[in-house]
């Protein structure tokens, strides 16, 4: 595999061989169904995947995605897209699908010594889908984000949404500030 300094990537640290040899066989497999009419089925990707590694998804129940959509669809827009909205995990499918969507080739996963690693990708054009998915791939097999280059430039760490459950309550915007109030008339 030819690797260079100008793939977007996510670094990780290994927490066993077990899990990384899982994450490069699905990532290879990704790569290879990229090229081509992408299988979707969720049956034919879950055989990548333990019990334990499928736990980190959202497997919603339809009332459970009921509720979400209901807490979604109350929250104001500006406060729908900011990083303090709280969402459910990934679920499965569309975490698969973001990765065989997305605008870039898989390159593959480079160790660099027992503790870390990085999977990278080539991106066709910018913007391309993002890193999201592909950080949860990481996270799913166990290894712990240490940081990622989207091509504009290396972030430390795996910046995450709060997380949702389904006992939270609708989204209640907050009551306007007295100078909010003021400002408004």
Known sequence: ??????????????????????????VAELASQKTGEALRADDFWLQYFTECDRKKFWWPSAAQLELWNKFWFSTPL??????????????????IDAILDGEYGLVGVRKFDTESARLEIDPY?????GMDALRMLVRCFGHTVT???????????????????????????KKPSLWDRLKSR
């Open 1 to 26: 595999m030819d690797y260079s300094d100008r793939y977007a990537f996510v670094d990780f640290t290994v927490t066993s061989e077990s899990g990384l040899g899982r994450l490069e066989r699905v």
């Open 78 to 95: 500006p406060q729908r897209h900011s990083p303090e909205m709280p969402a459910p995990s990934w679920d499965f499918g569309s975490m």
């Open 125 to 129: 054009a910018y913007p391309y889908g």
């Open 147 to 173: 940081g990622f280059d989207d091509g504009t430039g290396f972030a430390s760490g795996d910046p995450q949404s709060p997380p949702w459950n389904e006992n939270m309550p609708p989204f209640m915007p």
